[in-house]
């Protein structure tokens, strides 16, 4: 299944329009994928960023794709590869690091697509990115023809842990690419508080599912509250001078607003009612609306 598909599913049982999905994976790839419903597909933008996957890199092996959905370009039994040499690379790709996107990816370039691209045959030269990878922990390690090592992985957005196989048998010259990858984290949701579309139909017949609340998964972010007054204000769209709110809230005067960062914004009873965004105006500091609910 695609992510579309997924949503497309999502859809369906829950007789609703508007779902949207954060975090695209790769049709091979399992594992968590963040499903917004409603008004909160314009929250997906505001999620933490941070991804973490379990996955199985073969040595040995080389492919179009980086993974074993694309065509063999080059198949070499390395025995003689050892563990020791794996661990002394390894490394390398920890850190904040530069990597070349595979060639079948969601990557633009003139506003076409890499799978696209490489489908017809065509080549481009795509820029190296800077990527991070934050956590790199060997799970197993198993020797043969075609070795295999499981690899732990938690990394920023952007990253490929094909591009990482790829250049980890490159960089043992031997070749090496992905067997198998799981999602184990996205944008602040853990596979283990995941459902499976057999549990969410589950539920629905149940009448059991409760969705997520913004408030669960936008805690990376600062929050403000409102007096009933500048609800009421925000509701119109209109733009709130943070000196009379924190006034108005009897807040101390040393609390620190964020500038230029989403803030979560409720009001006295704990609803949600969007995100803004304090900017500094010509006199003061302001409460911008960026999404009103």
Not at 89 to 101: D, M, N, S, T, V
Not at 108 to 128: M, N, S
Not at 225 to 248: D, H, K, T
């Amino acid at each position: 299944m695609t992510s579309h598909d997924c949503v497309g599913l999502v859809r369906r049982l829950l007789k609703l329009k508007r779902v949207g999905h954060g975090g695209t994976l790769d049709p091979a790839v399992t594992g968590v994928l963040p499903i917004a419903l409603g008004k909160a597909t314009r929250l997906l933008q505001f999620l933490q960023q941070g991804k973490a996957y379990r996955g199985t890199i073969r040595f040995g092996l080389t492919t179009a794709t980086d993974d074993l959905e694309g065509e063999i370009i080059n198949a070499q039994p390395v025995p003689d590869l050892s563990w020791e040499k794996v661990q002394a690379a390894l490394p390398h790709f920890l850190g904040k690091i530069e990597q070349f996107p595979p060639n079948y990816s969601a990557v633009q370039v003139g506003g076409k697509r890499l799978y696209d691209l490489a489908r017809k045959g065509e080549t481009v030269d795509v820029a190296a990115r800077n990527v991070e990878v934050f956590r790199l922990e060997v799970l197993d390690w198993r020797s043969g023809d075609f070795p295999e090592l499981d690899l732990a992985i938690a990394c920023g957005a952007g990253t490929y842990i094909r591009a990482i196989a790829r250049d980890l048998g490159a960089m043992l010259n031997v070749g090496g690419t992905l067997a198998t990858l799981t999602r184990t984290e996205s944008s602040g949701f853990s596979i283990e508080e995941s459902l499976s579309f057999e549990e969410l139909e589950r539920q629905l017949q149940e009448s059991k599912f409760s969705p997520i609340l913004p408030a669960q998964v936008l805690g990376h972010l600062g929050a403000i509250v409102l007096s009933p007054e500048y609800a009421q204000r925000w509701f119109q769209g209109q733009r709130l001078p943070i000196a009379e709110i924190m006034e108005n809230r009897k807040v101390e005067k040393n609390t620190s607003i964020p500038l230029s960062s989403p803030l979560q914004v409720y009001d006295e009873d704990g609803q949600f009612l969007g995100i803004g965004q304090v900017v500094n105006s010509d006199t003061s500091s302001i409460l911008a609306p960026q999404i009103v609910f």
